[in-house]
Structures are given as structure tokens and as C-alpha cells.
């Protein structure tokens, strides 16, 4: 299993290089000019020369590249242009945010995916399956944003139940408070991928029930809630996988979500630094996304032989 685990971290150290380099190369030829942030319509050439040179904006790519993943790689993503703050602080106190409701969304769609999922697989063709079916269906095909623009409208102009954008950080406010601001943007976040595990479920359960096993487990005399845990183990190496993927994506792909709520997450960060043209928090953000879904994969990738034996661990 050691050997395993060496082989898949030097399998992700070339993708996370890899994904660096793309990272700062799309960013680099994208249009606009990062200084007009802070620099005067009139500034002089000379203004312009210092302001680039505190940047490190005049240097070659090439050595703009490895001076910024050489300061990356030890924590430093240099200073926000827009703000003057370190990136790496604004990154930290962002992730924090975008980590939690990445996770209670994740909770909410294994919750609701799984529930379905299995409802469905043991009761395919009936009317059952037919709903769990059409509401996994709708999740994967309602946009994440119109969502919550209509989660809003009616939870919080239409009924005031739940607040509409923020994310509770005062101080004074009870756990019960916070997490109130968390229920509209997970469900908008969470409708996708219960969407998409209800349905990969469901195609892993009604499969595992027509196997010979299942029919020597009931030929024994096993229970249907024993054969109920062989067949969740038997699904949940592929599972595993699905809801591994859709943590990531939870997670890099909360911008629209995020930006509709006010939430203070990387979303967010993401998107005001597009409008300001902010490089150093486009790329430092971006890189550390980017990574945190490397590293999903590969947590996927170690777990699942733990989940599943006949997996080569190879």
C-alpha cells in the first residue's frame, strides 16, 4: 500500500506543475491591463516603470513564471494589486469560507443523491424511480445561479425566512445564526451534484442487484438489510469516486453561487479579482483550486483500494 501511495503523489506532482503552468499562462494572455487598477489615466512612463518593477511585470514570462512558482511553492503569492493585501491571506480567510459550505453542500447532495440513488435502484421501472429519477434530472439541468436568485426571491423577499447574502460573521451572532446563512447557497450549490450522484447510484445498485452474488446472498437466507450493506459496498468504491469529483468542483466552481449570495469565498475573490484584473489573486487563487482538486483525486485515488480489494493497487 506504501508503494501505491508513492506512485500516485509522483503521478500528482507533474499534473500540479502542469496545472501551474496553465494556470499562469492563461492568465497572462488574457486581455486588459492589470495596472490600470492603480495607476492614473495620466500617470508618466517613469510611474508606470516603478509600479511594473514592484510588480515584477517587467521581467521576461519565463522568469516572471519560475520567480512566482518559486515563491508559490513556499506560500507567497505576492501582493493583491487591487488592494495592496497579501494574497495569501486573502486566499486563506476565502478558502475557510468556501471549504465549509463546499462541505455542507456535500454533505446535503450525498444526503439527498444517496438517499434517491438507492431508492431508485432497488425499485427501477417503478413510480418511485420515476421521481427520483426527475428530480435528479432537474438538479443536474437548473443553473447553480438561477437557482439561488429564486431560492432568494422566495426564502428571503418573498417569506423572510432566511437571509439572503452574507455569511454571518459577527462575532455576536449564535452558531444557529451562521449557519442559517449557509442553507440557501448549499442547496443552489448542492442541487447539481445530488443530481449527478442520484443518478450514478442508481445505475450502481439496480447493476450490483442482477449479479449472481446477490442471488447466492438471498439463497442463504441473508436478510435484505445484510444484503443491503453488500450491495452499498460493492457501489461505494465508484461512488467514492463521483462525490470526490464533485467536492472539487464544489469548490472551484462556487464563483456564480458565491457572487449571487455575497458569500466571502474564493468565489468571490475570483470574481472581483477578474473585475479589477487583479493577476496575482487571479493566479494565486486559480493555482490553489486547482491543487485542491489534484488532491481530491488523489485522496480518491488512495481510498478507494481501501473501499474495494479487487482495485490493483499498482
Known sequence: ???????????????????????????????GDPLAVVLPADASQEI???????????????????????????????ISIATGRSVSVEILTAIQYSLVLALFA??????????????????????MDKVASAVAISGVSVPSY??????????????????AMGAGINDEAGILEKMSFMILPSIALAAMPAGIVTRSVRALVADVLTREFVTALRAKGLSEVQIFFHVTRNAAPTALTVIGVQLGYLM?????????????????????AIL?????????????????????NLLVDITQPLLDPRIKRT
Open 1 to 31: 500500500m506504501t508503494r501505491y501511495i508513492i506512485k500516485r503523489l509522483m503521478y500528482a506532482i507533474p499534473v500540479a506543475l502542469a496545472v501551474s503552468l496553465i494556470c499562469f499562462s492563461l492568465i497572462q494572455i488574457a486581455p
Open 48 to 78: 508606470i516603470d516603478q509600479t511594473k518593477a514592484r510588480y515584477g511585470l517587467d521581467k521576461p514570462l519565463v522568469t516572471q513564471y519560475f520567480l512566482w512558482l518559486g515563491k508559490a511553492v513556499q506560500g507567497d503569492f505576492g
Open 106 to 127: 456535500t454533505l446535503m447532495a450525498l444526503i439527498v443523491g444517496l438517499t434517491c440513488g438507492l431508492v431508485a435502484g432497488y425499485n427501477v421501472g417503478t413510480a
Open 146 to 163: 438561477w437557482l439561488g436568485v429564486v431560492l432568494v426571491v422566495v426564502f428571503s423577499v418573498n417569506l423572510d425566512w432566511l437571509p
Open 252 to 272: 472551484a466552481g462556487s464563483i456564480l453561487v458565491e457572487t449571487v449570495f455575497s458569500w466571502p469565498g474564493t468565489g468571490l475573490l475570483l470574481n472581483n
Open 276 to 296: 479589477t484584473r487583479d493577476i496575482p489573486v487571479l493566479q494565486g487563487t486559480t493555482l490553489v483550486l486547482a491543487l485542491v482538486f489534484v488532491l481530491l
